[in-house]
């Protein structure tokens, strides 16, 4: 049986207790991060970019070139990019999943006008994206 590959279309590197994670429920033979472009394009995504269909493509590309069938894609980012990554997957046969995680801590305050929070998370497990219908 062929090992199922796992791309990262995150902003973070994965944890030990999420590759292992990954190896056991999910049977991930090898993880694939973006090249260093892809990875910038997807962490700043820009607020004034109506459309992200053209903004995405070469990510979009880069999934279709390094993933075959039923691969499992994590998407994790912008709420636009992320929703558009995810049906992308979808209708691609690709298996677009999410990390879950416990919140260990969670503050927040308000500094001159500035929201800032800290968050503090430990992983629970990969959940794949639903579609409702």
Not at 22 to 28: D, F, Q, V
Not at 69 to 76: G, H, P
Not at 80 to 86: D, E, L, M, N, Q
Not at 105 to 123: L, P, Q, T
Request: one cysteine or more; charged letters at 30%.
């Amino acid at each position: 049986m062929t090992k199922k590959k796992m791309l990262l279309i995150f902003s973070h590197q994965l944890t030990d207790g999420q590759k292992d994670d990954a190896i056991k429920s999910l049977g991930i033979g090898g993880f694939l991060y973006m090249p260093a472009n892809l990875q910038q394009k997807w962490s700043q995504v820009p607020s004034e970019t109506i459309s992200l269909k053209d903004y995405l493509k070469d990510i979009f590309d880069w999934i279709l070139l390094n993933s075959v069938k039923d691969d499992y894609v994590l998407v994790q980012g912008d709420f636009g990019a992320t929703y558009i990554t995810v049906d992308f997957c979808l209708l691609n046969s690709r298996i677009p999943i999410y990390a879950a995680a416990k919140r260990d801590i969670a503050e927040e305050y308000n500094d001159d006008g500035k929201i800032i929070i800290k968050r503090a998370f430990s992983h629970d497990r990969f959940k794949k994206y639903e579609r409702y219908v």
